[in-house]
């Protein structure tokens, strides 16, 4: 990592990481791995940016770790650092738009798939008028049926509106490139 880095003025790539916990862990798990996300920034700040909440969002909702998410603030006082948080929202079926409130009043710098967002003109704006970005997944949201088709994806759609998006592929591993 060090060395992509110092050679990225060279090949314009900077490399930093985000700590992901599965949201189906236990809360005392998920606390226990938002306290290392924080220690781990705090050893290197240069190379650890955010906290990811990951998964399957109708297993468990941000709603059922908000507790632990709240304690952040005191976490970060002990250890004289911050973390931002960037979670997996809006991308379930159903296209619940409470967890992508949560995520917003919970400060998120960026959200995982986002596909709610579109149905809640409230939410839209706030991710706006706050510069989140949306990581946005077309192929991976296709091939677990949460669109029917690429061209039916709001990606393009958040795009027009004037929302911050980044295409990214999602769950490498699960389909077999790295």
Known sequence: ???????????????????CQRRVSSSHQVLRSLEDAIALRMLYPEYVTAFDLVGDESLKAVQDLLTVLLDREKIERQYGIKINFIFHAGENEGFDVENLKLSLLLDVKRIGHGLAIVYDREVLDSVKQRGVCVEVCPLANMLFGYVKS?????????????VVISINPDAGGMFGYP
């Not at 992509?4 to 900077?14: C, G, L, Y």
């Not at 690429?150 to 004037?162: C, I, R, S």
């Open 1 to 19: 990592v060090q060395e992509a880095n110092s050679n990225s003025s060279k090949s314009h790539i900077t490399v930093k990481f985000i700590y």
């Open 150 to 162: 690429l061209d039916k994806h709001p990606a393009l759609y958040l795009q027009e509106e004037g």
